[in-house]
């Protein structure tokens, strides 16, 4: 079992940026894909950005393509999403994830092991 904890959430201001972190125990998630999603009231979970187990291949949503980037640090068992150019629809609580088997579907059932999420709310 592994256990995942996000942080680096808060208030910003459209235009700025945030980075987010998520911590792994529990065992070495080295040979798993991770995956960052969010959610806002009202709505279905939706993918965000992926990496895959060696970190040298990455997936984005197109509404973040070219704004987020994603990255691992497999040695200190992190994962990170760099969030620059935030708009006021970036405004959810973001989770991550472990990949499974089919992780590169990106779909939410793809995905175990989340995080509780931490909050992101972008003012205009």
């Known amino acids: 079992q592994v256990q995942l904890v996000e942080s680096g959430g808060g208030l910003v201001q459209a235009g700025g940026s945030l980075r987010l972190s998520c911590a792994a125990s529990g065992r070495t998630f080295s040979t798993d894909a991770m995956g960052w999603f969010r959610q806002s009231p009202g709505k279905e979970r939706e993918f965000v950005a992926a990496i895959n187990w060696s970190g040298d291949s990455t997936c984005y949503a197109d509404s973040v393509k070219g704004r987020f980037t994603i990255s691992r640090d497999n040695a200190k068992n992190t994962v990170n999403l760099q969030m620059n150019s935030l708009k006021p629809e970036d405004t959810a609580v973001y989770y991550c994830?472990?990949?499974?088997?089919?992780?590169?579907?990106?779909?939410?059932?793809?995905?175990?092991?989340w995080g509780q999420g931490t909050q992101v709310t972008v003012s205009s």
């Open positions: 994830a472990v990949g499974g088997r089919h992780w590169y579907l990106l779909g939410v059932d793809m995905f175990g092991s």
